[in-house]
């Protein structure tokens, strides 16, 4: 079986930080190594529906961010140890929600685009 565990959350204050870490094992995701899917983060806040937060690209060039992480959050990975990161700087409050990465074959808009895999995700609680 593919996994994709989250882990590096937890309590933080506002203005604070924390780095997400995903790494993938098992068996290879129907084929294809982790370096051919691009790789997303999600965020599902109490009540709220899921909503997309970052991805980046196949090798790691492009990345996508959601407008309100833009200039805190930086997404990365490292191919060669099957990892894709999340560094979540000057968290807010409105950052608290339970985060899951993801992994798609879709080279279409990553916000939109139909994920294969998920992890199970790790919960990140911004505190006043």
């Known amino acids: 079986q593919v996994q994709l565990v989250e882990s590096g959350g937890g309590l933080v204050q506002a203005g604070g930080s924390l780095r997400l870490s995903c790494a993938a094992s098992?068996?290879?995701?129907?084929?294809?190594?982790?370096?051919?899917?691009?790789m997303g983060w999600f965020r599902q806040a109490a009540g709220k529906d899921r909503e997309f937060v970052a991805a980046?690209?196949?090798?790691?060039?492009?990345?996508w961010l959601v407008d309100a992480v833009k200039g805190r959050f930086t997404i990365s990975r490292d191919n060669a140890k099957n990892t894709v990161y999340l560094q979540m700087n000057s968290l807010k409050l409105e950052d608290t929600a339970h985060y899951y990465c993801?992994?798609?074959?879709?080279?279409?808009?990553?916000?939109?685009?139909?994920?294969?895999?998920w992890g199970q995700g790790t919960q990140v609680t911004v505190s006043s």
């Open positions: 993801a992994a798609t074959t879709s080279l279409g808009d990553p916000q939109y685009a139909e994920y294969n895999y």
């Open positions: 980046i690209s196949r090798a790691g060039g492009s990345q």
């Open positions: 098992g068996r290879t995701f129907s084929g294809n190594t982790f370096s051919g899917y691009r």
